[in-house]
């Protein structure tokens, strides 16, 4: 099991450049989900997949954010224009979803894009 | 998602000492997870607690869920270096699952 992989592991881009984050879930899993972590705020859920499509991406700051999920084993983030303010860690984190059941399956994290926007 | 209230913020003791962080609801959860992220690392789920009363053991570790379900609790018998880190408490129903502020602990030797 090689876990939730995140590329970049750091990223470091001017303001106004184009950001792209990817995850590779854990295979199996159907369920992926975005999230930034500041001291100021903590960690933040951006948006969520279930089965490749986004169920709720009301955490998502402004329309310069966007994910995709083109397949069940691949997803990006991007953020474009981006600004200082967008510095953060991100993390990727995938789990099995089950219809149904009010208990939930653990969330496993990938390691984390750290970007840093100048 | 359901809002929840941990504290402390922080907390620093020395080696040997325990260590409590409480999750707080205003409304009834239907389950509980907690999670530990070491300094640099990623959150790492540690258990869920799912049952009104309910209490697990992990080692050290004593997790709590309150009988109203409106809390849960986290307790470390005699610290160690290796417990530094953030502990967070997770909620949610269905698949929204929110974080908790998380409660930073640091062990001095």
């Known amino acids: 099991d090689a876990g939730v992989i995140q590329s970049p592991r750091h990223e470091v881009t001017e303001m106004g450049q184009e950001v792209t984050l990817r995850c590779k879930p854990i295979?199996?899993?159907?369920?992926l989900f975005w999230y930034r972590q500041t001291m100021m705020r903590g960690l933040e859920l951006l948006i969520y997949?279930?089965?490749?499509?986004?169920?709720?991406d009301s955490g998502m700051p402004e329309d310069r954010f966007s994910a995709k999920m083109p397949n069940a084993s691949f997803s990006t983030l991007k953020i474009q224009p981006s600004e200082p303010r967008d510095s953060a860690v991100y993390f990727c984190?995938?789990?099995?979803?089950?219809?149904?059941?009010?208990?939930?399956?653990?969330?496993?994290f990938g390691n984390g894009t750290r970007l840093t926007v100048t | 998602g359901q809002q929840v209230m941990q504290i402390p913020q922080y907390q620093h003791v020395q080696e040997g000492e325990d260590f409590t962080t409480y999750c707080n609801s205003s409304t009834t959860l239907s389950n509980i997870q907690w999670y530990k992220q070491r300094p640099g690392g990623h959150p790492v789920f540690l258990i869920q607690?799912?049952?009104?009363?309910e209490v697990k053991k992990q080692k050290r570790l004593t997790f709590q869920f309150g009988e109203a379900k409106k809390n849960s609790s986290l307790h470390i018998t005699a610290t160690q270096t290796t417990d530094v880190g953030t502990y967070f408490c997770?909620?949610?129903?269905?698949?929204?699952?929110?974080f908790g502020t998380g409660t930073q602990l640091k062990v001095e030797l």
């Open positions: 997949f279930n089965n490749n499509v986004p169920i709720d």
């Open positions: 607690l799912v049952k009104s009363g």
């Open positions: 997770v909620t949610g129903g269905g698949n929204k699952l929110t």
């Open positions: 295979s199996g899993h159907n369920s």
């Open positions: 984190a995938s789990r099995p979803y089950r219809v149904g059941r009010f208990d939930n399956s653990p969330l496993h």
